[in-house]
């Protein structure tokens, strides 16, 4: 199991209607990776901004033929979220 300390981080998100996004940063606790497009399962439209004073990480990855998964964790660096077929996708995902 991953620690905590050694979860990617989510390098940039540029899904700006996304209640957790603040200049570009991520400020979710842990976002899930989950769905038919790798789509940021966290992503949250609401009318105020939320989530923690440091940068988010990825706590969970449900694509498991993502290069990058082990055990349903991700081992990548550092994740980018995006604008691919949903609002917030993980733009770092790749297919083994």
Do not use: W
Not at 10 to 19: K, Y
Not at 38 to 47: D, L, N, P, Q, R
């Amino acid at each position: 199991m991953t620690s905590t300390q050694s979860l990617p981080t989510v390098q940039n998100c540029s899904a700006t209607s996304c209640a957790y996004n603040e200049d570009s940063a991520c400020h979710a606790a842990a976002i899930t990776i989950a769905g038919d497009n790798a789509a940021c399962g966290t992503f949250v439209e609401i009318s105020f901004r939320g989530g923690v004073d440091a940068n988010g990480v990825v706590g969970a990855c449900h694509r498991s033929e993502c290069k990058f998964n082990d055990k349903l964790e991700c081992t990548a660096s550092s994740v980018q979220i995006g604008s691919g077929k949903d609002v917030a996708d993980c733009l770092t995902y790749e297919a083994r």
